[in-house]
């Protein structure tokens, strides 16, 4: 069957697996009569006939047999005042995954289909209701790792990135309007803004749109999180460090060198910012297979880490091993972990070439520093920008539909500089206006919303 917007759609909307409570999800023009089929009131109720936005008590049935399936609450929806802008019903369950999924074969037995993925938020999307920022944020929103993540989906979700988009836009269009006319009506004395200050103007966007470009790193830090590495030799203090940071015991702590065979990672929450930690091997020449795979992998951690925290051990001196492990990550951003400041030997001294290095103190084992070791991963990592401009962009597909915008505008300068016919200055303007509409959906195409909604789980 081909798949249309108009068909009536439906899917389980919470999470697979045992749970008190499972939700299955229609959608469509003939979500109520398919729900009305199926549902047993107990007080005799008319689905068809309730008011919206209400809630009731009954048993779903299968209507050819007769045979109760479950005990439900049915909540009624009706267009446009839900999340679709089309007739909704969700059957309130118990969340067995089988009770769930014949309910879910009921519904579509009797007439609606299996939804793709993502696509309940597609049609919010295609009727209007949110735009395409607003849309991709509610991934985002499921997806929050941290309080800070999840505050900016949501910003995104109330349409504080639209807002500031569509400024944008309704700025760029009426310098269109001014160049437009200027094309239309040269002999014209026409009352409005000079070429200077359309140049100037430009120039505004501009600085807007390097403002939203220069945030991204940051905004995508929130939320996909950090991958920091801690690198160092064995027995420097690797895993106490890890332990320390999440405040549990997850790595084992040993006195015995290469202890740690593979790669661990956990989670933690620095100021809002997810920092996937990565505890490695201790990095020295392999006694067995085993070993040398862990050492292979911390190497492999390593390349792929944005942030290594390089630990030291201070109670002895800095030998050939640290040596050689930090040449092998002096090009990647670095934190210096000086540990075991409790017992630090006076012959321990940072090497030169780590002396320009972000650095802190720490007591892996008894907890010292590791407050002031997450301080500094927050600074080093976190420029503000978030803070400063109320507004991040937390998308690739934003960053680059920017910095196409933005191209396109230098172009539109540059062809007011070499004093081009007006018409190649406004093909340029209408082209950063249309990078600008493909953030919010206003140009869009097919390939770009399948490849978004693909993202999105079935019942969403």
Do not use: W
Not at 230 to 247: C, D, H, Q
Not at 263 to 281: H, S
């Amino acid at each position: 069957m081909i798949s249309s917007e108009f068909d009536t759609i439906a899917a389980i909307s919470t999470p697979l697996g045992e749970g008190g409570i499972g939700i299955i999800r229609i959608s469509g023009k003939e979500a109520i009569s398919i729900a009305n089929r199926i549902f047993q009131s107990s007080k005799g109720v008319n689905l068809l006939v309730v008011k919206t936005h209400t809630i009731h008590y009954g048993f779903i049935i299968d209507p050819e047999t007769g045979q109760k399936i479950d005990e439900v609450l049915v909540t009624v929806m009706r267009a446009p005042n839900t999340y679709t802008r089309e007739d909704v019903v969700e059957i309130n369950c118990h969340g067995g995954y089988v009770t769930l999924k014949r309910i879910l074969d009921l519904v579509i037995s009797q007439g609606a289909r299996l939804a793709e993925p993502g696509e309940f938020t597609k049609r919010a999307f295609l009727r209007g209701r949110i735009d395409l920022s607003q849309a991709e944020s509610v991934i985002d929103l499921i997806r929050a790792k941290t309080e800070q993540a999840q505050k900016i989906a949501l910003e995104h979700l109330s349409g504080r990135l639209s807002k500031k988009i569509n400024e944008l836009r309704d700025s760029l269009m009426r310098v269109c309007a001014h160049v437009e006319a200027y094309i239309d009506f040269p002999e014209e004395d026409i009352d409005g803004l000079t070429q200077e200050e359309i140049q100037t103007e430009i120039n505004r966007i501009k600085e807007e749109i390097n403002k939203l470009i220069e945030g991204y790193e940051e905004g995508k830090i929130y939320m996909e999180g950090l991958r920091a590495a801690i690198v160092g030799k064995p027995n420097v203090g690797k895993s106490s460090l890890l332990n320390a940071l999440l405040m549990k015991d997850r790595a084992i702590v040993t006195e015995i060198p290469g202890t740690t065979r593979d790669i661990i990672e956990e989670y933690v929450n620095i100021k809002g910012m997810p920092l996937k930690i990565v505890d490695t091997a201790g990095i020295r020449e392999a006694h067995d297979l085993v070993e040398a795979e862990g050492i292979k992998r911390t190497l492999r951690a390593v390349e792929l880490a944005q942030l290594v925290l390089l630990v030291l051990d201070s109670s002895r001196p800095i030998d050939s091993l640290d040596e050689e492990i930090i040449n092998r990550v002096i090009h990647k951003k670095i934190i210096v972990v000086i540990n075991k400041k409790d017992i630090r030997s006076k012959e321990f001294c940072l090497p030169e070439v780590l002396k320009d290095k972000p650095r802190v103190e720490i007591s892996a084992l008894k907890g010292e520093g590791i407050e002031e070791l997450k301080e500094l991963i927050f600074n080093t990592t976190i420029s503000g920008k978030y803070e400063q401009e109320g507004v991040v962009i937390t998308k690739m597909r934003h960053k680059i539909a920017l910095e196409n915008a933005l191209q396109a505008l230098n172009n539109a300068l540059q062809s007011f500089k070499e004093k081009e016919p007006l018409e190649i200055t406004a093909m340029f303007l209408r082209e950063a206006l249309s990078f600008l509409g493909q953030i919010v959906g206003v140009v869009t195409t097919e390939d770009i919303l399948n490849l978004i909604f693909s993202e999105f789980c079935i019942g969403k």
